[in-house]
């Protein structure tokens, strides 16, 4: 599925990012969102160079939540690809395709303190986790801030919980 709120054409992109994310709930039913500076999202980040995709998502989550998954504890919801117009690039604006691949992962998760490790990155922005119903995903949305990123967090996130709120209500996911 393609997000395209600015009516980017594909010759308008001149940035590109991989990235994975997951849907974790904890023993409680509550969701991991993560927080940096205020932008909103699930756990997750980057596809490495050459990287499959739930090696990328195991190290993601081992680095985020501190927790250990395996193949069996996966359910993959589907690619979405986001274009972003003025995304804030390393080296400025870009118009950047977002390519997220969504996981769920099955069995609730206990997050695990002293196995989380942080990259420079995240602590430079702040880097927190956030326990919340998922009814709440929409205030989340709702703050307002100047974080740069946010408004693109906002588009993703809710994109990614509404997908995954529709498979679980279609019994496509258990």
Not at 19 to 28: I, Q
Not at 33 to 44: A, Q, V
Not at 74 to 85: E, L, R, S
């Amino acid at each position: 599925m393609l997000i395209n709120n600015a009516n980017l054409q594909k010759g308008e992109l001149n940035s590109f990012a991989h990235k994975v994310r997951a849907v974790v709930f904890d023993e409680e039913g509550k969701l991991y969102i993560t927080d940096m500076n205020s932008s909103f999202n699930l756990p997750g980040g980057r596809v490495e160079n050459s990287e499959e995709l739930i090696d990328s998502l195991t190290r993601e989550l081992k680095e985020e939540l501190g927790i250990d998954i395996t193949f069996k504890d996966v359910a993959y919801i589907g690619n979405f690809v986001f274009w972003h117009k003025n995304f804030p690039g390393e080296k400025g604006l870009v118009n950047r395709e977002n390519k997220v691949d969504l996981f769920w992962i099955i069995k609730p998760q206990k997050l695990i303190a002293e196995e989380i490790n942080l990259t420079n990155y995240e602590k430079h922005y702040n880097f927190k986790l956030r326990l919340i119903n998922i009814a709440e995903i929409k205030k989340l949305i709702k703050v307002k801030n100047t974080n740069e990123y946010k408004i693109f967090t906002d588009v993703e996130l809710e994109t990614l919980i509404d997908a995954y709120l529709k498979y679980r209500k279609e019994g496509i996911l258990c």
